[in-house]
């Protein structure tokens, strides 16, 4: 009998939510929010919602906004409207990003072409934007490797720096928007990592297992110290999401790092997000391990915590938690606990009725994270630095 994928009984939930809304908000509230915050565009997303019946018609219906984005661009480029043409590929980088990542399953041709496709309209952006985003490679070791994306602040001469961690349902391409680079602008280089498990890294089979993604985070920091674009002790690390564990644990095993911040709160105990909450969370995150028992997967998340809290209780350099008071993954009683044990100078701002994506605030938090970054990098923070403020939307 064909196994089923894990939470299998509850995706008629999925199917019946969505039939219920005209927008994504229903699944992720904010999530709208942070997409246009990203390059979304809303009229892109509402023409997607409007067709969805239920959850694997997403592929399809992202892959139609996709290449229509992409026929744009190509005519736009072929007539040498090129500026048009740079915001079409990336436009059509996004949505195929969703279809993609719709699709969790290895070896599976819709997800190795939605991808592919990502890169070839991803790399159309960038030849338009000329070296300002650069791609390389990063060995890890064991054949394997990680997949970065370098905006480069302007200027000549080394600058602060910043390593940027996606969340578990994200890639490389989905941030910072190069039309609207909230780092760059502030003199600030961002490189953008698909570590173990994310984007490009699955597609090659580079999966995630307990403390690898740190390795493959201290390769990439080896990486850009060498680089004489890079201040090479002006480094922070931001992570959003499932990145706000992976910016910990870069952190707490480099100490090249001089701040650390994470957003959209994950640094409470796994069984939420896998036990409790939709359950995409949990079958996206198995295949990121390339673990398809569920009970042996139970297990690794269990060490996924044991990994991440022992992080927290190494970690030295200066650490800012954003985190919405709503947030379905992280409530606020584990956010304090989480701030409570750390040792380092600590900061959090806890908004008010803001749930996961923090699409509520994001035009506000991004350009607030990328001063903070800076004036630590800069600055530094007092040992004794502890400071917890509750902000309003």
Known sequence: ????????N???IFDGLLKLTDNEDILHPGMMGNRL???????????????????????KEWARAAAKQEKLADAAYDTDRQITA????????LYWGRVQHLIPVD???????????VIRCYNRMMEIHGDSVTRFEVDIGDGENVYCLFHAAPGNGPKPTVLYLPGMDAIKEDFPNPYNNEFVRRGMNICVMDGPGQGECNINQVWQTIGKYAAAGKCVMDV???RDDVDSGKIGIFGTSMGSRYSVEVAAYDERVKCCVGQMANVCPTDVI???????????????????D???FDTYADEMDDFFFSAGDNLKAPYLLVAGELDELCPPDDVEKWINRLKCPKELWMYEDVFHPMGEVTPDIYPAIADWILETLNNGRPDDHDVREYREP
């Open 1 to 8: 009998m064909r196994k089923q994928g894990p939470r299998a």
């Open 86 to 93: 740079g915001q079409h590929y990336h436009r059509a980088a």
């Open 37 to 59: 915050e990203r390059g979304f565009k809303y009229g892109d997303m509402e023409r997607v919602f409007e067709r969805v019946k239920g959850r694997r018609s997403f592929p």
């Open 294 to 296: 569920e009970a042996e």
């Open 274 to 292: 896998f036990n409790q909450a939709q359950p995409n969370f949990k079958r996206i995150y198995m295949y990121m391990t390339n673990i398809d």
């Open 224 to 226: 850009l110290v060498a």
């Open 10 to 12: 509850q995706g008629w």
């Open 107 to 117: 070896g599976n041709p819709r997800k190795i072409a939605a991808h592919a496709s």
